[in-house]
């Protein structure tokens, strides 16, 4: 699977951005056979899970950083997973990866897919 990150960009601390990971799939292969998931790596620090979600969508994990201020979720008939980030703060300003993990309802950073990544800046 190949995955496509976009929807980053610069808003001011309390906005909201929308992230979205497009999924390529060979023939044959199902996006819905892959937990997917939302890292993050700030200048200097190494690089997070802040949300994933099962295969199916019907779990879900959050960081408690950004507990209660992002939500996860996918689409697997347009093979996207999407992540809407509320009330931001300045320590949200990360470049963020989508990644992918087969066969699996977890994602870690050992996970064999991940896209470009996307940089995400909050201004104070």
């Known amino acids: 699977v190949q995955l496509q990150a976009s929807g980053g960009g610069l808003v001011q601390a309390g906005g909201s951005l ?3 990971c497009a999924a390529s ?3 044959g292969d199902t996006f819905s056979t892959y937990a997917t998931g939302w890292f993050r790596q700030a200048l200097g620090k190494e ?5 994933a979600v ?3 969508g019907r779990s ?3 960081s408690n950083a950004v507990k209660g201020r992002f939500t996860i979720s996918r689409d697997n008939a347009k093979n996207t997973v999407f992540l ?3 009330s931001l703060k300045p320590e949200d300003t990360a470049v963020y990866y989508c990644a992918a993990n087969p066969d699996t309802d977890s994602v870690s950073s050992a996970s064999p897919y991940w896209g ?3 940089q995400v800046t909050v201004s104070s």
């Open 116 to 118: 470009q990544g996307t």
């Open 25 to 27: 799939v060979r023939t």
């Open 47 to 51: 690089r997070e899970l802040v949300a």
């Open 60 to 62: 879900t994990y959050y």
């Open 84 to 86: 809407q980030m509320n």
């Open 18 to 20: 929308g992230l979205s």
């Open 54 to 56: 099962s295969r199916r």
